[in-house]
Nanobody
Framework: QVQLIESGGGLVQTGASLRLSCEASGRSFSTYTMAWFRQAPGKEREFVGVIISSGISARYADSVKGRFTISRDNAKNTGYLQMDNLKPEDTAVYHC????????????????????WGQGTQVTVSS
C-alpha cells in the first residue's frame, strides 16, 4: 500500500514558477513509476508527465513540454513537479499517482494505469 500526499500548490501570476511535491509512504516507493495528472473545473483529468522508478527518464504531455520537469528523490520517498513559465490554462488540481513497475507502461498517459493517487493540490495562475 502506498499513500501519496501532494503539497506546494498556490496562487501565482502568469510566468511564475511553482514546485509541487508528492510525498509517499511505504518502503517501496523506489520500485514505482510516478506520474502527475491535473484536472481543471469542468474538464477531464489530463496527463501531465511520468518518471520511471530510477528517475533517469521522464515523458511529458505536449502542453507542458519544455516548461515542466518531473524529478524524484527515492531516498526521501518524494517526487517533484517543477513548473516554470506558468500560464492561466495550467490552472487545475494537480494529482500525483504511482504505478507498480519500474518502467513506463504502454498506456502511461492513461489514469487507469496507476494504482495509487493523492488527493491533489490546487494551482491557480492569474493573468
Amino acid at each position: 500500500q502506498v499513500q501519496l500526499i501532494e503539497s506546494g500548490g498556490g496562487l501565482v501570476q502568469t510566468g511564475a514558477s511553482l514546485r509541487l511535491s508528492c510525498e509517499a509512504s511505504g518502503r517501496s516507493f523506489s520500485t514505482y513509476t510516478m506520474a502527475w495528472f491535473r484536472q481543471a473545473p469542468g474538464k477531464e483529468r489530463e496527463f501531465v508527465g511520468v518518471i520511471i522508478s530510477s528517475g533517469i527518464s521522464a515523458r511529458y504531455a505536449d502542453s507542458v513540454k519544455g516548461r515542466f520537469t518531473i524529478s524524484r528523490d527515492n531516498a526521501k520517498n518524494t517526487g517533484y513537479l517543477q513548473m516554470d513559465n506558468l500560464k492561466p490554462e495550467d490552472t487545475a488540481v494537480y494529482h500525483c499517482a504511482a504505478a507498480r513497475g519500474a518502467y513506463f507502461s504502454a498506456a502511461y498517459s492513461r489514469d487507469a494505469s496507476y494504482d495509487y493517487w493523492g488527493q491533489g493540490t490546487q494551482v491557480t495562475v492569474s493573468s
